[in-house]
């Protein structure tokens, strides 16, 4: 036996204490309330009693019974409805076998027992009832039936009264919240047979009690009744029952409790129910005792003893004066019975009395009630008070977390503190007014409306009309702001504070959101233009249903100011361009963290969001969850009503009864009345049931709706409606509501029920949530409600009840609302608890703390445990976790040593990384705390998986898995743990296995997940179900499986398994489109009839076959003629692409497929939408079962439209011996049935040579610069020795002519080698030229720059710039002893060498980065040095080349064609550097370029942080716009950082006057924190600034475009490439960077000077790292690029006379580097063979096409021997102005004598040589804007065509327009640069057209369009 509980009695009663920490059993309730239950349902018959009583029956019959037991339950579901909980089915089985059991039909009598049970019902069901129950009973006999059922009939006979049977609940002092139990006293061992059973009790006491009075012998008489008699009866209780409990009160505490409650006011009945919570049912006897003598016990106590009567008169006044004796209701006044005044007096005079008597007696202790002074007893309490004190915490209640007081915060707990009557730990109760109604049948509680408060003087309601124009415009329609929206104004409206506002529904807090709305549109108002790219605002709504209505909310109030809301939800996805465009998105939770997570468009979505709204805020307490508003603060009236039936059955069946009353009464007094229910066929049920009552009960009257004027209209829309139930029920006023009817149906419902015509809606929470449809009074019927994701019944949240009562009271028209909610007895008071009680919004982060943090490490926030800790402190959880530490685990020790929680947030975050470092989800160096993420946890983090699942996975998912164990593993996801497999549903479960599972299912029915899978199935096969928890549970788990394969498939991709990458994106299509992938692909047309379909799949005809068909072959094979139009048409619909692959060998390992894709299908907006269709594409192995490559293609609408091929260019490895073939496989991502295979065949490939060994550095003593033997050179360097590379080469370059090729890194110091080999031509042939040709003309530009300076200045030699900017005159050329050009401009002049004398006086050539001979522009080299070669042979001067470049694979080929021996060839390995380098590269994930590139902006701040914390960092990115929000975002970082200016290294002072003189405001920003910008888009000067702060080390970081790798030599310690892709105009794709543009910026790492070491860092997409890995460390071959544009080339010779037959041709190409590489490689040209025969077949075929292709441009003319070749006009043109042949043949056929100047213009900018006009990415719109405000129109679906864009910036440049971007300003400069080209050659072709710049100018200037004449020729002719 234990002690009595700390009771609400003994709290009110008594001074004993509460403690402040107590351990419950929190199952204590449960238990007794089960045990209740049980109790109730021994006394009447159950459904369990039944089965076993059936058990009896023979074994023979025993089958048949049991299948008429589920006929009679399948029966009672039909009756019932199927959304009810078995319990309720069961009962009303019971219910119906009682009915029927002596029946065999369904008589009168039984048909309205059952139509007054369950309402009106289907009669089929009641006979099938009738007849399982008769068969049923047929076994038995009538006696054994009616034993069954009397056995279990209550007892009501037993006339007796048994003691205690009238203790009533009381609600005075009792807290009404069952969750919070009682305290009990510290439990021991041998308590164990303790039981608060009242009923097993009572039958053991039976004998004992007769009639609620003891046998007489047991008690003494009351003139027994003495002082002492309550302390014997207190002492033998307490040996009695708790003499073995070592912590048992003392006699003297009891014995003072129970007095005190034995003297108070209250009534004998009221003490039984306390007396028995403080003693238990042990007590029973005393209890009994104590309150038969009470008078007695109570008078002569206080006439014995005077010290007891102090003591009882101090602790009554006491009470009076201020004890917890009645609730608190916050009142400041005390009110005082006149029996409380006279004790008050009687106290005081006894107390006076003891003080007189304690002077007499000083010394002396007296009184019998005193107990006698033992000091030894004294000493041992005092030891033990201190032990106790030991372990007791000091501190009981945390002081150092201070709560903030807010102005305008309303706090209830607060607000009771400040009263006089508040007690510590005091509850908050009802008011007084409340009603409450106890019945038989319900208990109702109703709590009246609240008087809202008055006015306050200081409160002003703000007037719309007050408001700035875009204030009212918005608000327009509305007066004023209500109270709460003009209090918040103020700082809503004019301020950028971050606001929480709490206040109940209806309270109009969407205003205040609009409020703040308008707040941040006002603030991107430039003259008077709302600057709508500038900024994103995002609403965060807690369900789908609520977003749908502010996007209408909010569309509707902003259409005025042109801002765009769109909903982004699971239902509403949107485009990459339509979340560009719009400006407000409308979003739940979960939808917006996954945005952020994956930053879906562009990375700047979730940085350009400058306002988020999250409603209700308080979803933070449950999983998404509750929170507690204070209801009582709203206008309207609450019933609580609970039902007290325990029978299921009987409790639904007064449920409606209760419901109709309510209705009927609301009715009564005129108003339309809403009634929620929680299933969609429960809300028909319920009308039915209610319109059947209303007849039955003649109160129709009262339901039928006003026959007003529009009433007979809205009848006869009602009747047009295909439903039937709604057309039943509208006629008596009755209407239903629920998400599962037609759309047009429920805005039917909704416009009839405002109207009035409907009096009362039956509808579900849905309604409450997605419409705003108001009503007088709200009736929630029910509160259990199916939840799939738990698996079972739960009650309905206060929240929906919130939201639902919100829809009570309708503003314009009432007063206050009324709000009913029916529940069952036993949830009463919990309801009303919620309401009574503000509980603080607890934190539910922890739980899913593994998966979160897995996310921020994904995304890139979190790299090591500090930035997890710090993260975790902006998380609600910390905020919490320091207010209430208990709840989360932490003691308060713990808080005061680390009071902010660093510990405990460190250890939070380890375990969660150790546990995800298990899941291989990241990667955990638990020593240094650093995270890195995994692809797996990449996956986890952006499809949602949690990490068990993931775990899982791991254990269970491998490369050979069928279909079947692959739904078997997705079965077992943690996401479908808490689903639960009931009995009740087993049989339908195996019915659906049968029908509807195409593949074996594990585990079965019984299982969970065997229940997942056979529901996945049934959902996949359009399975129909019946019972309501299935239908619930099916949509769970088809929501989440379409998930989790969808991040199978991604994983499997990972891991390269090709079979199940296949099977897996298979099923990701299955169950999107619930489509079988073995049936007809057309099932996935919605148009297709299902006969037609099915005659298809019984026919085998399959996609290829009815392609070939014609309509009406396929009509009549279908027999239905006029269908086979239809089919074709989804035939030819259905995606499809031609795959054609061809394959260059590049290595011996590496290959390269160029893979052209074409569309072959048409293209339907409705079937395709409107943006592309994606495809994944992968190269796999089927012998080694691998995927070598893969990729996400978007095939675009266009593209498709067009039927334009596609081009993709990758790499794959190859193994010896080679593989006999690779699979190249396209399939869709959306449409099953669209894919497409190509097989890559190795058989006739051959693989390049082994290349030679690279030349070994030397181990040479240094040499010094005085070798060069002249002070004139000694004095050009700064350093005193060459370094090993050039020590090595010096000899041969400065002591010998012999052709060199130099292949070493960038930075070995390759510029003082081309310096070494003029020196020689200076020395040796003084009267020579040398020409040094450099790729860039930016690189040209830094020579000049240097050589200025050393070479003209220092040494007197004439330095010569050519290139297409400078083109100095002839006389400066020829007085020029080094020229410094580019390829185009010396191929262009040493075309015509012949005429040319100083071409011909050129000695040496040096040709820098000659391996860019494999890049686009790699056959200008190849000519020029092919040229050079046949120059020297003609003119008997031989020329000596010298070619430079990084290191080479192949540079034996080159040097052979470069005429270089072996003495001069030197191909060092990459790792050859002056400053060795190390190289890090890291993959990205992720299809979309611009969120892969934000992702790698965390990582690139961090690479600077741990490899160059303090010295210069290159960043390179692909784009001008990318250096901008590159830089944004470490400027961000740095915000965050101690020391955000850590890399500006100059006063602040002098950079802002830098920043002053700088033009581009970006970069004015940027370099305050240190980081310079670099790009063509800047202005010259800010150019040369940002060059020197950065050279000059000010500056620390530069971020740079791809050019500047070339064009400048910059050196920093570390560089970073962010990014190996650029966008290209011409695809309209991203293509990579030549890998030599790669290792040129790698090479800008490491100074020479300054560094030991180098570092860079690459960041790649992670399908590339491997080729990047290969590479960049292998030397890369270089192939010839010339066949493309061979015919130009030959052209040039034709015109020079170079060549003049076909023969010469064909020697010409035996010159190029091509022709070397040909023999050496052949299988990367597509020749097949090398011998002679066919090479000489090969090269024929090659010259006869070029020159066709130059005859058709009438370039040329082959003569009448089908030979010679004569250069013609077009072709000598071509050749001098340096034009392709394909320009020359469209002038020829475009250009008339009668141009006008909008046709010159478009033959001009239609020349090929525009084609090479970059169009970045989304151009196309800026070209679209610019075009508007041109006067010649273009194209307008050609925005995104280089042409169009040379055509819009000459116009621009004609009418000095405003051109909308700086790139825009160079693009004009290289149009303007090629025009001018262009046009004189077009009046050299065409002399009729007199001066065509002459005519545009003069026609412009006719239109007026010219600002002056001088102008136009300056801005053209230029």
Request: with cysteine; proline share 4%.
């Amino acid at each position: 036996m234990e002690l009595p509980r700390l009771t609400g009695a003994l709290r009110s009663f008594s001074n004993v204490t509460r403690q402040d920490e107590y351990t419950v059993d929190s199952s204590d309730l449960m238990t007794k309330r089960s045990k209740l239950k049980e109790y109730y349902c021994q006394t009447e018959l159950t459904w369990n009693d039944l089965t076993h009583f059936v058990e009896n029956v023979a074994q023979n019959e025993h089958q048949v019974v049991s299948e008429n037991l589920r006929t009679l339950l399948k029966a009672a579901r039909q009756l019932v409805g199927i959304e009810h909980e078995q319990e309720t089915v069961e009962s009303a089985a019971v219910f119906l076998f009682k009915t029927f059991h002596d029946k065999d039909h369904v008589g009168h009598e039984e048909t309205k027992a059952v139509k007054q049970m369950f309402g009106p019902f289907p009669s089929s069901a009641a006979t099938t009832a009738c007849n399982a129950v008769y068969r049923i009973a047929s076994n038995f006999s009538e006696e054994e039936l009616q034993k069954l059922l009397c056995a279990n009939e209550p007892a009501g006979q037993n006339s007796h009264v048994h003691f205690g049977k009238t203790i009533k609940f009381s609600f005075d002092s009792f807290v009404l919240e069952p969750s919070e139990e009682l305290p009990l006293n510290w439990q021991t061992d041998n308590q164990k047979d303790f039981s608060l059973d009242y009923i097993k009790y009572l039958n053991n006491n039976q004998g004992d009690f007769k009639n609620g009075s003891t046998d007489s012998s047991d008690l003494k008489s009351s003139n027994k009744v003495d002082g002492s008699f309550l302390r014997q009866e207190v002492d033998s209780y307490i040996i009695r029952t708790l003499q073995d409990s070592s912590d048992r009160p003392m006699t003297d505490d009891l014995y003072g409790t129970l007095f005190e409650m034995l003297a108070s006011t209250k009534s004998d009945d009221e003490l039984q129910n306390e007396l028995f919570e403080l003693l238990g049912p042990e007590g029973f006897e005393l209890i009994e005792k104590v309150l038969q003598h009470r008078s007695a016990i109570v008078e002569n106590a206080l006439t014995h003893s005077t010290d007891l009567k102090l003591r009882y008169l101090q602790d009554a006044s006491k009470k009076c004066l201020g004890g917890n004796a009645q609730p608190i209701y916050g009142c400041q006044v005390t009110v005082r019975s006149e029996q409380e005044k006279q004790l008050l007096k009687q106290y005081r005079r006894e107390e006076k009395r003891q003080a007189k008597r304690e002077k007499k007696d000083e010394g002396e202790i007296s009184g019998d009630g005193l107990q006698n002074f033992d000091p030894k007893e004294l000493r041992l309490q005092r030891e033990l008070a201190l032990q106790n004190a030991r372990i007791a915490p000091i501190l009981t209640r945390q002081h150092d977390y201070e709560r903030i007081k807010y102005p305008h915060v309303y706090d209830s707990k607060s607000e009771a503190k400040q009263s006089p009557a508040f007690v510590a730990g005091a509850k908050i109760y009802l008011s007084e007014d409340v009603e409450r109604e106890n019945n038989k049948v319900h208990e109702q509680v109703v709590i009246p409306a609240t008087q809202s408060m008055p006015i306050g003087i200081q409160e002003k309601l703000i007037d719309i009309k007050n408001l700035d124009e875009i204030g009212q415009l918005v608000f327009k329609g509305m007066k004023q702001l209500n109270r709460i929206q003009s209090l918040v104004f103020e700082t809503a409206y004019n301020t950028n504070e971050n606001m929480l506002i709490c206040a109940p529904t209806g309270a109009g807090k969407t205003n205040i959101a609009m409020l703040t709305v308008l707040h941040e549109i006002r603030q991107h108002i430039q003259q008077g233009m709302i600057r709508k790219d500038e900024f994103k605002i995002v609403y965060v709504a807690p369900m789908k249903a609520l977003a749908a209505e502010m996007t209408n909310y909010f569309s509707k109030r902003l259409e005025p100011l042109g801002i765009l809301v769109k909903e982004l939800t699971g239902d509403m996805q949107l485009t990459k361009g339509e979340i560009l465009r719009t400006q407000m998105l409308v979003t739940t939770p979960e939808k917006w963290d996954v945005v952020t997570r994956k930053s879906v468009g562009d990375v700047a979505l979730s940085q350009i969001v400058r306002l988020l709204i999250l409603d209700e805020v308080h979803l933070l307490h449950e999983d998404r969850g509750p929170v507690l508003e204070s209801l009582v603060a709203r206008t309207l009236r609450q019933t609580f009503i609970g039902i007290k039936a325990s029978n299921k059955m009987q409790q639904l069946h007064d449920m409606e009864e209760v419901c109709y009353e309510k209705v009927l009464m609301q009715l009564k007094e005129g108003h339309q009345v809403m009634v929620f229910v929680h299933a969609r066929n429960s809300t028909v049920r319920t009308a039915m049931v209610l319109q059947e009552m209303a007849k039955n009960q003649g109160d129709i009257m009262y339901f039928l709706p006003n026959q007003s004027a529009d009433y007979g209209l809205a009848a006869k829309q009602i009747q047009k409606s295909r439903n039937k139930q709604l057309r039943e029920l509208f006629p008596d006023g009755f209407g239903i509501h629920h998400a599962g009817m037609l759309r047009q149906d429920r805005t039917l419902v909704e416009n009839c029920f405002s109207r009035g015509h409907i009096k009362v809606l039956v509808c579900t929470a849905t309604l409450a949530w997605g419409v705003n449809l108001p009503a007088h009074a709200v009736i929630i019927k029910g509160t259990q409600i199916y939840d799939a994701k738990r698996g079972s019944f739960v009650d309905l949240g206060i929240l929906d009840v919130m939201q639902i009562f919100g829809r009570a009271g309708r503003p314009q028209f009432d007063k206050f609302g009324e709000g009913t909610i029916i529940t069952s007895h036993d949830k009463l008071s919990h309801y009303l608890t919620l309401l009574t009680q503000q509980n603080p919004i607890e934190s539910q982060f922890l739980a899913r703390l593994a998966d979160n943090l897995n996310a921020e490490i994904a995304l890139g926030t979190v790299t090591n445990v500090e930035e997890a800790v710090k993260w975790l402190s902006y998380t609600y959880l910390y905020v919490r976790s320091r207010a209430n530490p208990l709840a989360y685990g932490i003691n308060y020790k713990a808080c005061q040593m680390d009071p902010g929680l660093e510990k405990y947030r460190r250890d939070q975050v380890i375990e969660a990384g150790r546990k995800l470092d298990k899941a291989k989800m990241v990667r955990f160096e638990e020593r240094t705390g650093y995270f890195s993420v995994t692809d797996l946890g990449r996956t986890a983090s952006h499809y949602y998986i949690q990490y068990n699942t993931i775990e899982t996975f791991n254990e269970l998912f491998e490369a050979h898995k069928t279909e079947a164990d692959i739904f078997a593993l997705v079965s077992k996801a943690e996401e479908f743990e808490q689903i639960k497999v009931r009995e009740e549903e087993m049989e339908e479960l195996l019915q659906l296995l049968d029908d509807y599972c195409q593949l074996p299912v594990a585990g079965g029915a019984e299982n969970t997940y065997g229940k997942v899978n056979i529901l996945l199935q049934t959902y996949i096969g359009h399975g129909e179900l019946d019972s309501f928890s299935l239908i619930s549970d099916t949509a769970y788990v088809a929501q989440n499986a379409a998930r989790i394969v969808r991040a199978l498939f991604e994983i499997a991709l990972r891991r390269r398994w090709p079979a199940m990458t296949y099977r897996l994106l298979n099923l990701c299509k299955i169950i999107d489109r619930r489509l079988w992938g073995w049936c007809n692909p057309l099932r996935q047309f919605s148009i297709l009839p299902g006969h037609v379909l099915a005659k298809l799949e019984e026919k085998k005809l399959t996609i290829d076959k009815m392609k070939d068909m014609r309509k009406d072959e396929i009509g009549h094979m279908l027999h239905h003629v006029n269908i086979g139009l239809k089919v074709k048409q989804c035939v030819h619909e259905i995606p499809s692409v031609a795959l054609e692959a061809s394959i260059q060998p590049i290595t011996r390992t590496v290959l390269r497929v160029r893979l052209t894709i074409t569309p072959d299908f048409k293209w339907h907006d409705q079937t395709h939408g409107s943006v592309g269709e994606p495809w994944w594409i992968w190269v796999e192995d089927p012998v080694n079962d691998h995927i070598y490559h893969s990729e996400y293609f978007l095939l675009q609408k266009k593209q498709v439209l067009s039927k334009e091929p596609q081009l993709l260019v990758f790499t794959i490895p190859i193994f010896e011996p080679l593989p006999s073939q690779y699979y190249i496989r396209a399939v869709s991502d959306r449409w099953l049935g669209a894919e497409a295979v190509c097989i890559i065949n190795f058989q006739h490939l051959i693989l390049p040579e082994r290349h030679p060994p690279h030349t070994e550095l030397l181990d040479l003593q240094p040499l010094p610069i005085t070798a060069l033997g002249n002070r004139e050179y000694e004095a050009l360097y700064k350093f005193t020795h060459f370094n090993p590379i050039q020590t090595q080469i010096f000899h041969t370059l400065y002591h010998t002519d012999c052709n060199v090729l130099l292949g070493a890194p960038t930075g070995s110091g390759k510029t003082v080698a081309a310096e070494l080999a003029i020196f020689r031509l200076f020395n040796k042939y003084p009267t020579s030229k040398a020409v040094y040709i450099a790729p860039l003309k930016a690189l040209v530009r830094e020579r000049i720059e240097d050589w200025k300076v050393r070479i003209t200045e220092k040494l007197g030699k004439n330095v010569v710039e050519l290139t297409g900017d400078v083109t100095p005159d002839m006389k400066a050329i020829a007085k020029a002893d080094l020229i410094v050009t580019t390829p185009e401009k010396w191929d262009g002049i040493s075309r015509s060498w012949q005429n040319r004398s100083y071409v011909q006086k050129v000695s040496i050539i040096i040709i820098d980065e000659i391996h860019l001979l494999g890049d686009e522009r790699g056959p200008v080299l190849e000519v020029i040095v092919s040229r050079t070669s046949f120059i020297s042979s003609h003119t008997d001067s031989p020329v000596r080349i010298v070619g430079l470049s990084t290191a080479l694979a192949n540079a034996k080929d080159l040097a052979d064609w470069l005429g270089i021996r072996q003495n001069g060839l030197f191909n060092f390995r990459p790792s050859v550097r002056p400053v060795p380098l190390e190289v890090h590269i890291h993959g990205f994930p992720g299809q979309h370029y611009c969120p892969r590139m934000a992702s790698m902006n965390k990582p690139t701040f961090q690479a600077i942080r741990s490899h160059s914390p303090s010295k210069p960092v290159l960043i390179f990115v692909s784009s001008r716009r990318q250096t901008r929000l590159t830089a944004l975002d470490l400027i961000a970082f740095l915000a965050a950082e101690d020391d955000p200016k850590q890399w500006l290294h100059m006063d602040e002072r002098e950079m802002s006057d830098i920043i002053d003189m700088v033009r581009d405001s970006n970069l004015k920003l940027t370099l305050a924190f240190g980081i310079g910008l670099h790009h063509a888009g800047l202005h010259e000067r800010d150019r040369k600034h940002v060059e020197e702060l950065f050279v000059n080390c000010k500056i620390q970081i530069l971020i740079a475009t791809s050019t500047l790798a070339w064009g400048v030599n910059f050196p920093a310690h570390l560089v970073i490439v962010k990014g190996t892709e650029f966008y290209d105009g011409k695809t309209r794709r991203y293509v990579d960077f030549a890998i030599t543009d790669v290792l040129q910026m790698m090479g800008r790492a490491g100074r020479p000077q300054f560094d030991d070491q180098g570092k860079a860092v690459i960041l790649v997409h992670d399908v590339k790292k491997d080729f990047y890995k290969k590479f960049l460390y292998e030397p890369f071959p270089v192939e010839s690029s010339l066949l493309e544009v061979l015919s130009d080339h030959l052209n040039a010779e034709i015109s020079a006379g170079t060549i003049s037959s076909k023969q010469d041709a064909m020697d010409y190409i035996t010159w190029t580097y091509f022709f070397r590489r040909l023999i050496m490689n052949p299988s990367y040209y597509n020749l097949d063979d090398i011998n002679h025969d066919i090479m000489n077949k090969y090269l024929s075929n090659l010259v006869e096409k070029s020159l066709a292709d130059l005859e058709c441009s009438y370039c040329i003319s082959v003569g009448e021997d089908n030979r010679s070749l004569q250069s013609l006009d077009l072709g000598r043109i071509a050749s001098y102005y340096y034009l392709k042949h394909q320009t020359m043949r469209m002038f020829r056929s475009q250009m008339k004598a009668d141009c006008s100047v909008k046709d010159l213009l478009s033959v001009l900018t239609d020349a090929t040589e525009y084609a090479d006009l970059p169009v970045r990415h989304n151009e196309d719109q800026l070209n679209s804007d610019l075009a508007k405000h041109l006067p010649l129109e273009v194209n307008p679906h050609s925005f995104d065509s280089a042409n169009t864009k040379a055509h819009l910036l000459l116009q621009a440049h004609f009418c000095r327009a405003a051109l909308p971007c700086p790139d825009y300003a160079t693009d004009t400069k290289s149009v303007l640069d090629q025009a001018i080209r262009i046009c004189q050659d077009q009046s050299d072709e065409q002399e009729e057209v007199m001066n065509v710049t002459g005519v545009w100018i003069k026609v412009l200037w006719e239109d007026g369009l010219a600002e002056d004449n001088k102008g136009m020729q300056e801005g053209f002719c230029s």
